[in-house]
């Protein structure tokens, strides 16, 4: 069985892909990394965190929550670049080279995000930084377009009860809605 090293983003977006794994992918072990700079306000970021915590739980995994809130260095990283599609490639590029840099330093060779969950993403991007991401590391990156449970993966959230934000994180995002 090969780890697959997952960064996630929210409880919501983790619901369906998980379930996918499971049943789909056996051969792959999910070990899951909360890794989200991009996040405004603190208490935003708390409480996706705790969402996602609380998911964790109730379906028997273990999560790596131990990056700590860094919204300010995204900001930094962003510059002028706050309108899409520029921003969202600087925030994919900064959580997925984290992510690598992450499964390096961990012994893996294959990572992924639950970004690919997302409708509201941008697929084509995250696809180009993530392989981007893997060519710096040697790393594999993997991609599985998990869209198609979108409905499914809400369902297993609201019967949860789990928080469903409705912006992707950045301030930018809560702005534009």
């Not at 996040?39 to 935003?44: G, K, S, T, Y």
């Not at 449970?149 to 959230?157: D, E, L, Q, S, V």
Request: glycine share 6%; aromatic share 12%.
């Amino acid at each position: 069985m090969e780890t697959l090293f997952l960064h996630v983003c929210c409880g919501p977006c983790a619901a369906y892909p998980l379930e996918h794994l499971r049943a789909d992918r056996p051969d792959l072990k999910p070990e899951l990394w909360f890794y989200n700079p991009n996040i405004h306000p603190r208490v935003e970021f708390h409480r996706r965190r705790d969402s996602l915590a609380y998911f964790a739980v109730r379906s028997n995994l273990t999560v790596d929550f131990s990056p700590p809130y860094e919204a300010t260095n995204f900001l930094a990283t962003l510059g002028s670049a706050i309108s899409p599609p520029d921003r969202c490639r600087i925030c994919y590029a900064q959580r997925l080279a984290a992510t690598a840099t992450e499964a390096t330093r961990r012994g893996y060779r294959l990572f992924g995000s639950t970004l690919a969950f997302s409708r509201h993403q941008n697929q084509e991007l995250l696809i180009e930084e993530g392989h981007r991401a893997a060519a710096a590391h040697d790393l594999e990156f993997y991609y599985e377009d998990w869209r198609p449970g979108w409905r499914r993966g809400h369902k297993i959230a609201r019967e949860m009860g789990l928080y469903h934000q409705n912006y992707c994180g950045c301030i930018y995002s809560e702005l534009e809605r």
